[in-house]
């Protein structure tokens, strides 16, 4: 049996020391938990195992990026303005043709026809014109030699009536006076009459003559009707000749034979009588500008702007990239599927650029924006924060450095660093340890909070390498 304890013996005590070991023990094992976790959280170190890249001086580009089609600088269709059937095709596709060649040859057979008849007509209706011609100098000739006549026969009409007239007078007045006999006066009164008469057939014929001249205004214009269908019939035998010539087809521009759809022996329809427009015979291509036509999205149109660089590529030659220039923009975008895209055209202007074919599909990318020497890291490379921008800089001997930095053009691989960067300097940029740990102290920083989020920023501050530099 233990022995009581005596009355005065205070009781609380051994709880007193209880309560100071409890305080004790959980002090010891809030130690021990944050050493645990100050050692398992990953720190950057100069040996932690992170890739990186080195910062180098260089062109750098941003590009709008787009799909197009290669086209030539224009195309013709081939088509005969005459019909026919084609007996001469001497091109075929892939061939260069020069300016003023012939391409086809129709059967010229009808045309030689229609020629030779209407250069028959023509000349009948020409003698038909000659002969009234001389038939009107004829009468022209005629008439003037008739109204010589008349007027002199009419002034000698006139001689002899006054004459007669003046003989009657006499002859009356002797009458009177008995000198003669009435007999002879009369004979004088009958030879007036007779002089008068003729006074008046000779004006009446100058007259007749006259109302001739009149009639040969008719022949004059019947001249002129006839010099006119002649010069229709000439009209119509140059047309007929026009169209003898169109027989032939002559290259229009000096270019490549890019489809040939006529044989020989086709009969081929007339461009301008046919209604449907007439028969394709080939089409040629002037190859001596290549373009590419490409369509870029309206978010990226506002970027290109004309004489632009643009780097072309193609599946036909992987790894070949061709240089083109911007020459027009379409001030017009075209909607398809609730899509707008702008036609860009871009001229090909650098060497091989013979090797790209009409239709083909290509792969453009337009240089909105470069700059030849810049200071460049790749994008893996750069990490946003509250405070800006920033890059993780690894030292040779030191701790890898959280290093601000103001930003440039971004191509997608590559980033511009206009400021906070030497050249030669190593930056890390793989997605491990390191590179996770200075993105949860930016994303503290970016206001994104956890449960632990206030006690790791604390330890962060406590592990800082030394920020950022001086």
Do not use: C
Not at 282 to 309: F, K, N, P
């Amino acid at each position: 049996m233990a022995t009581p304890l005596p009355p005065d013996t205070p009781r609380r005590r051994p709880a007193k020391r209880h309560l100071g070991l409890w305080i004790a023990a959980a002090f010891i094992g809030l130690v021990l938990a944050g050493a645990l976790w100050f050692a398992m959280t990953p720190k950057p170190s100069p040996n932690a195992n992170v890739a990186t890249a080195t910062v180098t001086e260089g062109l750098i580009q941003k590009t709008v990026s787009a799909t197009g089609k290669v086209v030539s600088n224009f195309e013709v269709e081939i088509k005969a303005k005459a019909s026919g059937k084609i007996i001469r095709l001497p091109y075929d596709v892939s061939d260069y043709v020069s300016k003023g060649a012939l391409l086809v040859e129709l059967d010229p057979i009808d045309e030689n026809r229609d020629v030779s008849q209407t250069a028959a007509t023509l000349s009948g209706l020409q003698s038909k014109v000659s002969q009234s011609q001389v038939n009107l100098q004829v009468a022209k000739q005629t008439l003037s030699t008739d109204l010589s006549k008349a007027h002199a026969d009419l002034a000698a009409a006139l001689a002899k009536y006054n004459d007669a007239r003046a003989k009657s007078n006499r002859l009356e007045m002797l009458a009177q006076q008995r000198y003669i006999s009435q007999e002879e006066a009369e004979t004088g009164r009958t030879t007036e009459a007779q002089a008068r008469t003729d006074l008046k057939d000779a004006q009446t014929h100058l007259r007749e003559l006259q109302t001739q001249h009149l009639s040969l205004q008719s022949q004059v214009a019947d001249v002129h009707y006839s010099a006119a269908q002649a010069r229709a019939q000439q009209v119509a035998l140059a047309e007929a000749r026009q169209r003898l010539f169109e027989t032939k087809i002559y290259a229009p521009i000096s270019g490549v034979v890019t489809t040939r759809t006529g044989q020989i022996g086709t009969i081929v329809a007339s461009g301008i009588s046919n209604v449907s427009g007439g028969t394709s015979i080939m089409t040629l291509a002037d190859l001596s500008h290549i373009y590419v036509l490409a369509t870029v999205d309206e978010s990226d149109i506002g970027q290109v702007r004309e004489g632009q660089t643009v780097n072309i590529t193609a599946d036909a030659f992987p790894g070949e990239v061709f240089k083109g220039r911007v020459t027009r923009i379409a001030p017009e975008g075209v909607e398809e599927s609730n899509v707008v895209t702008f036609e860009v055209k871009i001229e090909i202007n650098g060497q091989n650029s013979h090797l790209l074919k009409p239709t083909m599909t290509t792969n453009v990318d337009i240089v909105v924006a470069q700059n030849p020497h810049a200071l460049k890291v790749p994008v893996e490379a750069v990490h946003d924060g509250k405070l800006g921008s920033f890059v993780l800089v690894k030292t040779a001997n030191g701790p890898i450095q959280r290093q601000p930095v103001v930003t440039g053009l971004n191509n997608g691989t590559d980033i511009e660093i206009k400021s906070g960067l030497e050249p030669n300097e190593v930056v890390v940029t793989s997605q491990g340890q390191a590179k996770s740990h200075w993105r949860k102290d930016a994303s503290s920083q970016n206001g994104q909070s956890g449960p632990n989020s206030a006690r790791r920023g604390q330890m962060m501050m406590m592990r800082s390498l030394g920020g950022g530099r001086r």
